[in-house]
């Protein structure tokens, strides 16, 4: 199975930046997302990085090198409503599975 | 509206009891796959299923069974369950391939 890895928490202040980092290993790499889950809501989509570089979407940015088994997403001009839990997850080629990470709760404080 | 429906929201069952959650979604997805939530342990795949009639276990399949009838409709089924089955269950469906998900509200179920 896959493991995936990322922090359990992180707190920022508004307005400042936040970079959450995972790394995962596994065979069969079918691209990496990150979802946003707010407490007690469902996940919803962010982003997709399947190539290594930087998507960027607003404020929000997500990276990814394979080779290194590595991706982050940067949370930029942090906002109150940013407080969330982010997923990592990552793809994979024959089962179309996603497999995720146990979260990183993210507090943003005034 | 694009969305995934599942129901109940909030559920309270004693042991042993059969119940069935169901889920359903209006976006002919091909993919559908029903989840797990616990506390440090993040999402668990339970069961997926890649078209009518196709299903396949997950991560943690035990003490629990799927359908696929129709490509709109996925519940879940817990055939006698325990408490160790307490939790927050999500449904989500997306296209065929590794796509964009989109999950349901969320059923916390517990088991006493």
């Known amino acids: 199975g896959q493991n995936i890895d990322q922090p359990t928490e992180m707190t920022a202040t508004e307005g400042a930046i936040v970079q959450i980092n995972c790394t995962y290993q596994t065979s069969g790499f079918n691209g990496l997302f990150w979802y946003q889950q707010h407490a007690g809501e469902a996940p919803t989509f962010l982003s997709y990085?399947?190539?290594?570089g930087l998507e960027e979407k607003g404020r929000f940015s997500s990276f990814l090198s394979r080779s290194k088994g590595y991706s982050y997403l940067l949370l930029k001009e942090l906002q109150m409503k940013d407080s969330a839990s982010y997923l990592c997850?990552?793809?994979?080629?024959?089962?179309?599975?996603?497999?995720f990470g146990a979260g990183t709760t993210v507090t943003v404080r005034a | 509206e694009a969305q995934v429906t599942q129901n109940p929201r909030y559920l309270i069952t004693v042991t042993g009891k059969k119940l069935t959650v169901t889920c359903s979604q209006n976006m002919n997805h091909e993919y559908m796959s029903w989840y797990r939530q616990d506390p440090g342990l993040g999402l668990r795949q339970i069961y997926y299923s890649m078209n009518v009639e196709v299903t396949d276990k997950g991560d943690v399949p035990e003490g629990y069974k799927v359908s696929r009838k129709e490509k709109r409709n996925f519940p879940l089924i817990l055939e006698s369950p325990s408490p160790n089955q307490t939790s927050l269950y999500f449904c989500?469906?997306?296209?065929?391939?590794?796509?964009?998900?989109?999950f349901g509200q969320g059923t916390r179920l517990t088991v006493v």
């Open positions: 990085n399947v190539l290594d």
């Open positions: 989500a469906s997306s296209k065929l391939g590794n796509t964009e998900a989109f």
């Open positions: 997850a990552e793809g994979t080629r024959n089962d179309y599975k996603l497999s």
